[in-house]
């Protein structure tokens, strides 16, 4: 049932506005409330798209409005945001009220508006939310515009102010993410949509802060809004699948955007134009163990609709699964037409189309392409009866390339192609046929050369304009003198690993590739560094003791009138009123606790629990190289907003490199990533979910990093006085090691006076006689009557066993870094100690997943590992004259067959009847010593 109205004076009597406004207060007119959408709106009909019910309108008064506020069935009241806000509020007393789908009652709500103005005059008003509870929105599903009367009967408005006419439904106010959503938030999965889409205008504030550029376009899996920061209403829009995106930053362009990054782009250059309609289409389907795939295509209505997809964007299995299409106008003004929406079977046959044929003279590549993703095989032989086999590819795909090889010159060949959808429905071409060209003796491109490196190993990485085999010579030297790594793989792309190699080297290296017609092509001689063995880059600190840490901090005070304090569990540092703290052109002056650093790749993590309030109240962090180079990362306030800010300090002439209005609010978190030259700030206010702020190339020599409080004043104004709250400083890498930073209690404190060990024994406060880190008071746990706790057990090539004095527990403590170990598994090469854990690099140098160490033929593929002589070496080793079995007949072979000449079994141990006597008169004769002559010239 409708829960009762009350009439105006009962409504303005609760304490509203946080107590504001009461009886006594109603002298005049309160302001004008006007629901959008009216006072009798249904939601859940037909269905639930997202998590909200927004109920939309604006509030306005000639005295200006003071507040708004709303309840929910006669419950508690809360504030509402005033517009504009940057975001979803556009103008001036617009306000947006998100309920929560699960906070309605089915049947009747009542939700009652307050405001004030700025005299204390009060209006009210009420809206009645109807809530079909029950109902999964239909699919497929359809809008014709001409024939709707109320918005809300076909769709769900999220945001703005929308017309409505028989060509469809525009944005009246053009703004940031206008949008109205369709389809069920949990039943909709799979689907495609179909809708016109007219462009009129841009609006040019659409390229400032937050919004960033213009676009209109689609969402896909949308589930609604999310938090983030203190905003209301909340503007965060992840999770969702994907969109397909026509953006105005950079130029003009389709794109396609997931939920964390663009998957596509459009780079023809193709722009759309004004006033023209365009269809849209777009599709997202599930693809079994792999994730999503959406795909898109936009063309001027009138024209025949293309046969494939403009883009196409992959999700992986993180994907979100289910949700609603939500159709918006950023900053945009446009028409959206009749909308259709089908669903998505795996039931239809995939359509090929695109075919192409590209023969050379021992090979042939077949290309096409589908319209789902599909997997692809192609049967080929010299007639249409394919006697020789078929070639596929496993993976799911829209785009398709297969490679026919070993292939006679100036033969004509069948082929037929055929796709399968995932669940068994799949659709062939007819016979196609082509004719190889003449033989072939240009020698194959090696390009797009890479070299990956590693302390200890390199991946080294090139392609081939034509189907090769490789081999990759190294050494310290450009003769290659330590060996070589084998690619036997016939294909474009190739990798070879190298390991055993020497951390902060310099080798070279060359790569030979050899074609189907045994032509040779190198790369010359190439290079790469390992790198070396890093140092440590910071010292954490959760300023969990009474006094800091001056064996890792130096407390720097340019003007000396600033402060710092420990204060349970946390440093606060202060700068007084009055006076300047600035760090900018005149110098740096704010007082600051700094650490040595090393010059490497690293990631610094604070959280500050002091929210700046006041303008130009800072803190941050500093990385230095000396006293006029450095960057600068701070939160500060400025012009009623907390900013996020990075400057570079090059030979004492400072550079802002951003500097972004962020979410109010505390603690929040700094995270600081320098990798070579570049820095990235983000920020989060849980530890959890960071944004960036801002990234820059700058190159210095790091010699030090901490944190620093500042100030600075403002036409006039003095700057005002500051205490940051620092709770922690940190390496990233210890937190992904599991520490867990800012907690205190969660450290060592054995003698329970609140005071972890470590800080007692360095503080003080507690003897540390046998200087084992405990205070003589807990006793020592490693002596158990009177003998020392034996944890030998746990002694190896890469770690020592020790007794931790604070459990008297053995713990395997880390040694002999990068020392050579075996980790006892015959597929790992380079086997070195890390991290207290032996670790080779997984070795299988002919791809046939039989690593080398249990691979009876390692040079060469053979799964099957077949040995149809028994000598413990696979058929394709088997090669003649090669004894040592390595794919080739060199000086090795000689050596072997020099022992075996003349005689069968003149050495037991070399299987000389099989592998040298060629001639089979089972006799090694000078018969096969021509033979042997003839191949090892070759």
């Not at 999700?315 to 609603?324: A, E, H």
């Not at 998505?344 to 042939?364: I, T």
């Not at 000389?912 to 004769?925: F, G, I, K, S, Y």
Request: contains cysteine; charged residues 20%; negative net charge.
């Amino acid at each position: 049932m409708v829960p009762s109205r009350s009439p105006w004076l009962r409504l303005v009597g609760p304490a509203m506005l946080a107590g504001v406004l009461c009886i006594g207060q109603v002298r005049g007119q309160g302001p004008t409330i006007d629901v959008w959408h009216g006072p009798d709106q249904t939601f859940g009909s037909p269905g639930v798209p997202q998590r909200w019910v927004n109920i939309l309108g604006n509030a306005s008064d000639p005295d200006g409005v003071a507040g708004l506020s709303y309840r929910l069935n006669n419950g508690e009241i809360r504030p509402l945001s005033l517009g504009p806000d940057t975001r979803r509020l556009l103008l001036p007393g617009d306000f947006n009220i998100d309920v929560d789908y699960a906070d309605l009652l089915p049947g009747p709500n009542e939700i009652e508006i307050f405001a004030m103005d700025v005299n204390s005059n009060g209006s009210a008003t009420a809206v009645t939310v109807n809530y079909a509870a029950g109902n999964t929105w239909p699919l497929p599903y359809g809008v014709d515009w001409s024939n709707v009367q109320q918005l809300s009967d076909a769709v769900q408005i999220v945001d703005g102010k929308w017309g409505l006419s028989s060509n469809g439904v525009r944005p009246i106010e053009v703004g940031y993410d206008r949008g109205f959503v369709v389809g069920d938030r949990y039943a909709w999965t799979d689907y495609e949509i179909l809708l016109p889409i007219t462009i009129h205008s841009i609006d040019p504030l659409g390229y400032l802060w937050p919004s960033v550029s213009p676009g209109v376009g689609i969402m896909f899996r949308w589930q609604g809004h999310t938090k983030w920061g203190d905003w209301q209403p909340w503007i965060f829009w992840r999770p969702n699948g994907a969109s397909a995106w026509y953006d105005y930053i950079g130029g003009p362009h389709l794109e396609m955007q997931g939920d964390t990054s663009v998957i596509a782009i459009d780079t023809s250059g193709r722009t759309l134009d004004y006033d023209t309609p365009y269809y849209w289409k777009v599709r997202v389907e599930t693809v079994p163990d792999t994730g999503s795939v959406y795909c898109m295509k936009v063309w001027e209505v009138g024209t025949a609709e293309p046969v494939g997809w403009d883009l196409t964007g992959w999700q992986g299995l993180d994907d979100v699964p289910c949700g609603s299409i939500l159709v918006l106008a950023h900053h945009v003004d446009a028409t959206f037409g009749n909308i259709a929406v089908a669903p998505v079977s795996g039931a239809d046959p995939p359509v090929l189309y695109n075919v192409v044929l590209e023969p050379h003279a021992n090979w042939a590549t077949v290309r096409w392409t589908t319209d789902v993703p599909t997997h692809g095989s192609v049967a080929y032989g010299g007639t249409a009866a394919y006697e020789l086999g078929v070639v596929s590819d496993p993976a799911l795909a829209l785009d398709h390339s297969l490679t026919l090889m070993g292939l006679d010159p100036q033969s004509t060949y069948h082929v037929q192609i055929t796709s399968e959808r995932p669940g068994g429905v799949a659709a062939s071409t007819g016979d196609l046929v082509f004719e190889t060209l003449p033989p072939d003796t240009t020698p194959p491109a090696v390009g797009a050369i890479a070299a990956a490196t590693d302390k200890f190993s390199a991946v080294v990485t090139w392609t081939t304009d034509e189907p090769t085999t490789g081999v990759v010579t190294y050494g310290l030297t450009s003769a290659h003198e330590i060996g070589s790594v084998v690619d036997g793989v016939t294909g474009f792309a190739h990798s070879v690993t190298i390991t055993g190699l020497s951390a902060d080297t310099l080798y070279h290296f060359e790569i030979v590739a050899q074609d189907q017609a045994g032509n040779p092509g190198a790369s010359g001689n190439r290079a790469f560094e390992t790198l070396p063995v890093p140092l440590p880059n910071v010292v954490s600190d959760e300023f969990c003791c009474v006094s800091l840490d001056t064996e890792v901090w130096t407390f720097i005070n340019p003007r000396g009138d600033g402060s710092y304090a420990m204060t349970g569990g946390r440093i606060a540092m202060s700068v007084p009123e009055g006076v300047s703290h600035d760090v900018w052109a005149e110098g740096n002056f704010a007082p600051r606790i700094m650490q040595p650093a090393a010059d490497t790749d690293f990631e610094i993590q604070a959280r500050f629990d002091s929210p700046v309030t006041t303008r130009y109240q800072m803190q941050g962090i500093l990385v230095e190289q000396d006293a006029d180079n450095y960057v600068r990362f701070d939160i500060h306030y400025a012009t009623g907003t907390t900013r996020a800010f990075g400057s570079t300090m090059i030979n004492g002439e400072p550079v802002a490199r951003f500097n972004v209005a962020i979410p109010d609010g505390s603690p929040v978190f700094m995270q600081i990533e320098r990798t070579g030259d570049t820095w990235t700030y983000r920020y989060s206010y849980d530890g959890a979910l960071w944004e960036t702020a801002g990234s820059f190339s700058k190159a210095i020599t790091v010699t030090s990093a901490g944190v620093f409080v500042g100030n600075q004043g403002f036409a006039g104004q003095p700057p005002p006085a500051f205490t940051t709250l620092v709770d922690y400083f940190y390496s990233v890498s210890d937190i992904l090691a599991g520490a867990v930073p800012g907690d205190c209690a969660a450290l060592f404190d054995c003698n329970t006076n609140g005071v972890p060990d470590f800080c007692d024994v360095r503080d003080g406060t507690s003897a540390d006689a046998d200087s084992n880190g405990v205070p003589d008071e807990c006793g020592d746990l490693c002596m158990v009557n009177g003998e020392p706790v034996d944890c030998s057990h746990l002694d190896s090539d890469c770690t020592l066993g020790i007794c931790d004095p604070h459990t008297g527990q053995c713990i395997a403590q880390p040694v002999n870094e990068a020392g050579l170990c075996d980790d006892g598994d015959p597929c790992t090469l380079g086997d070195h100690c890390a991290a207290g854990r032996c670790r080779g690099t997984y070795s299988d140098a002919d791809n046939d997943g039989r690593c080398d160490g249990e691979d009876n033929c390692p040079t060469a593929w053979n799964p099957d590992q077949a040995d149809a002589d028994g000598d413990d070496f696979g058929d394709a080793c088997d090669g003649p004259f090669d004894a040592d079995h390595d794919g080739d007949v060199d000086d090795e072979d000689h050596v072997h067959f020099e022992s075996c000449l003349g005689g069968p079994g003149t050495a037991a141990s070399l299987p000389c009847l099989d592998v040298h006597d060629q001639d089979e008169d089972d006799d090694v004769d000078l018969l096969d010593w021509a033979e042997f002559q003839t191949l090892f010239d070759s």
